[in-house]
């Protein structure tokens, strides 16, 4: 009797942990298709930016036998997870290591979620630099007539910028960044648009200075300009053009126009890393004084010990043990930027993994 019960409850924990891998499976699979394709479709309201007129080239590095060894090290990771989507490594903007699983490759779209959030930063302030606005501690309103009255608009341009506007709602979570049904009040059924969202938080801040992740934050940035096409457009002037993209890339934008500035940029692997080579370039002065001083201030440490172990910038996660800032999106989307050596690890996949980052990262910057 007790062998036979025994025997029914092992059947019982196989059949659960079974099931429980096929939704994992499942769950998986489809954030795989959100993250090469699915929000570039035609349902959606995306805007499509035009390759750069002048291609930027990504030269093949002549590898040591060390940093062989390294790719192989590399390639064997990354080929061990299904939910690993592309890994790029870049030397001084030479390809040390590109690799795709098997149905995607150097023309997809890649989603980046969170990612655009240092994008959307550093459009906001490269066109502050051209219009010749220095003074990052005004209240957002007396830029953005539209925020007025809200408590995105009461907030100071450096506390928007560092998710510490104080903005709140009774149904934020600061892990996700979400209010209730947000994302699909936006993007899938287009019932509010991100100005709706943003006045869905009451207008008196609470704690403004104090880390709090949230997407409102960065979706209420793009309001700094007169209209949505005006942050399209810096953010053709300022990325696309000088970074050399060498495909259409696309951005997400809600039933009005306005951006998902959170996260909503598509882009290829190779793209990705042109807007990383880019944004170092920026870093280093190449394309002038002020927006060098912004960049700066961006990708390093302006809140310390925000979340995951990191440092935050603006919309930026800054490595708090080394030169190293990063951009940072859902379900395991990475890009590591190394200001001191020129160094890019982009990291595209469809499950969160830190252990498979820790190892990859790990092996890429060890001697």
């Known amino acids: 009797m007790k062998n036979e019960i025994w025997f029914k409850a092992s059947c019982l924990c196989l059949i659960l942990a079974s099931q429980l891998a096929i939704a994992q499976e499942w769950v998986t699979w489809t954030q795989e298709k959100f993250q090469t394709g699915y929000f570039t479709e035609k349902k959606f309201n995306s805007k499509t930016f035009e390759a750069s007129s002048i291609t930027r080239d990504l030269p093949r590095k002549n590898l040591t036998p060390r940093e062989e060894e390294k790719n192989q090290i590399m390639s064997d990771l990354f080929d061990k997870a299904s939910s690993n989507l592309a890994i790029l490594a870049l030397d001084r903007g030479q390809i040390v290591l590109e690799r795709y699983k098997q149905g995607v490759g150097p023309q997809t779209k890649f989603f980046s979620w969170s990612m655009s959030k240092s994008l959307t930063a550093y459009t906001i302030g490269l066109s502050l630099c051209e219009r010749g606005v220095n003074n990052l501690n005004q209240?957002?309103?007396?830029?953005?007539?539209?925020?007025?009255?809200?408590?995105?608009?009461?907030?100071?341009?450096?506390?928007?910028?560092?998710?510490?506007?104080?903005?709140?709602?009774?149904?934020?979570?600061?892990?996700?960044?979400?209010?209730?049904?947000?994302?699909?009040?936006?993007?899938?059924?287009?019932?509010?648009?991100?100005?709706?969202?943003?006045?869905?938080?009451?207008?008196?801040?609470?704690?403004?200075?104090?880390?709090?992740?949230?997407?409102?934050?960065?979706?209420?940035?793009?309001?700094?300009?007169?209209?949505?096409?005006?942050?399209?457009?810096?953010?053709?002037?300022?990325?696309i053009?000088?970074?050399?993209?060498?495909?259409?890339?696309?951005?997400?934008?809600?039933?009005?126009?306005?951006?998902?500035?959170?996260?909503?940029?598509?882009?290829?692997?190779?793209?990705?890393?042109?807007?990383?080579?880019?944004?170092?370039?920026?870093?280093?002065?190449?394309?002038?004084?002020?927006?060098?001083?912004?960049?700066?201030?961006?990708?390093?440490?302006?809140?310390?010990?925000?979340?995951?172990?990191?440092?935050?910038?603006?919309?930026?996660?800054?490595?708090?043990?080394?030169?190293?800032?990063?951009?940072?999106?859902?379900?395991?989307?990475?890009?590591?930027?190394?200001?001191?050596?020129?160094?890019?690890?982009?990291?595209?996949?469809?499950?969160?993994?830190d252990e498979f980052v820790t190892q990859v990262s790990r092996t890429y910057w060890t001697p």
Request: proline share 4%; hydrophobic share 35%.
């Open 241 to 353: 053009q000088p970074a050399g993209l060498a495909e259409k890339s696309l951005w997400l934008r809600d039933k009005n126009g306005y951006v998902s500035a959170a996260g909503g940029y598509s882009a290829t692997l190779r793209d990705w890393g042109r807007l990383a080579i880019h944004s170092l370039q920026i870093l280093d002065g190449q394309h002038g004084e002020c927006p060098k001083s912004f960049m700066k201030e961006a990708t390093s440490a302006q809140i310390k010990n925000a979340a995951y172990g990191y440092d935050y910038g603006y919309q930026t996660w800054v490595h708090q043990r080394g030169p190293v800032f990063i951009w940072l999106g859902a379900y395991g989307q990475r890009a590591f930027l190394d200001k001191a050596n020129h160094k890019v690890l982009i990291l595209l996949r469809s499950s969160e993994s």
């Open 139 to 239: 209240p957002a309103e007396e830029l953005a007539p539209a925020l007025t009255g809200t408590g995105f608009g009461r907030a100071n341009i450096t506390d928007i910028l560092t998710m510490s506007s104080g903005a709140h709602n009774w149904s934020l979570d600061t892990k996700s960044g979400t209010i209730k049904d947000e994302w699909n009040d936006l993007f899938e059924y287009r019932r509010r648009s991100v100005l709706d969202i943003l006045k869905a938080f009451d207008v008196t801040p609470k704690n403004v200075g104090t880390f709090a992740y949230k997407n409102s934050d960065t979706n209420s940035l793009p309001f700094l300009f007169n209209s949505p096409d005006d942050f399209l457009t810096a953010f053709q002037k300022h990325f």
